[in-house]
């Protein structure tokens, strides 16, 4: 071999090495190191992964989502978890979530509407692989979807601000005008107005899922035009620091937002992943898996109010144990007629029920809302 | 509401979310007008909101997080300097890894501080009579330490880089560093320390997001304002007080948004969202017509520096 060819060699080596090394990167394995002694043929480890938009490290979404998977493993240990971060939508997402396929997952959860094609693309090459789909709407033989009914505790949430408000103007700062986040504001104001019919909802759109300072100032914002209390539709505890600055009142989203603002905190509207992640891998184990549409409500604890703060009175927390309890009863929902739009037209008429077609385009605020949606 | 009601709040809110990306602004003017580029300030800023955030929650006190912070950020600059300085590597291949490796390690560092609330934040200090003056009072001072800190530094930095021997022999070093070499001057160790101090700048920036305007620690938390920095510099034509003006403008942009939702007129927020670069781009367009199409950028910004090669 000459000189020349030989380094050539080697360079492609030195490539290719870099290549593995790149391809290790990337991607986390979080579980105990495996022993052959203590894992019986029969306990076969199940490999499941997770594909997380944001950083596990938000405070919000994907600490949700990565709390979930903390109690899937915990339930179950023959359980082995891989999460990958930071994941853009689109064609990046299809990358990952192929690359989690290809190394031997059996269930993959890709948990932000974005992932929705890429999902259903990759699914379509591996169909002996389970897909999840968090928040979308598109299924196929092996991809299932699951979300849950975070309105219902967004509008438990609106009862405790419209107690708490005096200046009768409540602050929502929200990320994008679509669907989920206007039938949240919807909800919440409903609340707000079941036991406050004066208060208003003023929303300020920031047009980011993802910027505690921006968030922040939105806050800061509502916070001068008036509002004494805030609630968010955003993935980063901004409003609420907000609120705690200027000695005023805020609920949470996401997860259990006190922590960081103790004094603000009434309390927040949350998510709990933890135990359908595991009632799905069980079902995949035990070949019961159906691809299903999963919109779950506060009857299966997927979304929940977390503990209220010290500020709020035993009045409030029987108004909302009260609601709350209507609403498992399932004999009602948060939109059961009749609800008026902001023009004060009846849109649901009384004793109707929206269905879930109609919640998943909501695209028209409710009385009591000051706000506008844009349209681009 | 009254024009002044809206127009004060306003302003003294742009101030507040212009300072994160003034401080960063500052300290790229100052490397680039060493004649090196540093694309990586989104991660050193990152790196500097983590450790400022760290040092604060462990000490308690924000002043030893903001020292931590200016190590944090000098240390990551050094790393660009040894890259593009000795080792004369393409200046934007090592910013871009910069910021890449500044997310990763700050997201590492922090993930035990995600959540927690920091013992002492800087907040508010209104500036004794200052702060009474109409109209101005309100507007400039009534914010935190370290936005007064900001304005003592673009004047300093001003003064330094237009009146004195040294600021014209930084100005030399970003346009021809072979004349400073000719005078006897250090270049390498000239490019060093000013590299490094732009860090520490950068690295303040990113503390100023986790100890006083959102103190807290989150993953990328800083959400672009590194880049909004690097086109900052462009749009200032690497002069300190017109970054002031533009972090202020570019700052503002968000609270500008946010306060005529409130008073009901719409505007998309994608048009807002896209103009500091526009802003910038106009900028350019303009200042090109008036010189000629000659922009006024160091000269020698961007090139590595040999010796062996005047």
Redesign the interface.
Known sequence: MSWKRRSAFFAVMLVSLMLILAGCGGSKTASAPKSPADSPASEEKIKVAFVYVGPVGDAGWTTSHDNGRKYLVEKMPNVETTIVENVPEGADAERVITQLAEKGNKIIFTTSYGYMDPTINVAAKYPEVVFMHNSGFKTAKNVGTYFGRIYQARYLSGIVAGKTTKSNTIGYVAAHPIPEVIRGINAFTLGVQSVNPNAKVKVIWTNTWYDPAAEKEAGNTLLAAGADVLAQHQDTPGPMQAAEQQGKFGIGYNTDMSKMAPKAVLTSAIWNWGPYYVKTVEAVKNKTWTNEQYWGGLSDGIVDLAPFGPMVDEGTKSLVAEAKQKILSKKWDVFTGPIKDQTGAVKVAEGQKMTDAEMLSFNWFVAGVDGTIPKN | MSGLEFLI?LLA?AI??GT?ILFAALGELITERAGITNLGVEGIMLVGAVAGFMAAVATGSPWLGLLAAMLAGGGMAFIHAILTITLRANQVVSGLSLVIFGTGLS?YL??NY????VPQSF?PVPLGPLADIPFLGPIFFKHDILVYLSFVLVIILFFYLYRTRPGLNLRALGENPAAVDALGLNVFALKYIYVVIGGMLSGIGGAY?SLA????W????T???GWIAVALVIFALWNPVRAMLGAYLFGGI??L???L??V?V?I???I??MLPYLFTVLVLVFVVARHKGRLTAPGALGLPYDREER
């Open positions: 709040p809110a507040t979310a994160p997201g922090g993930k995600v959540g927690i609330p907040t997001l305007y959102a103190p807290s989150l993953e990328n938390m959400a672009g304002r968000d609270s948004g946010f306060r939702q409130v009901g719409g998309s927020p994608f807002l969202d």
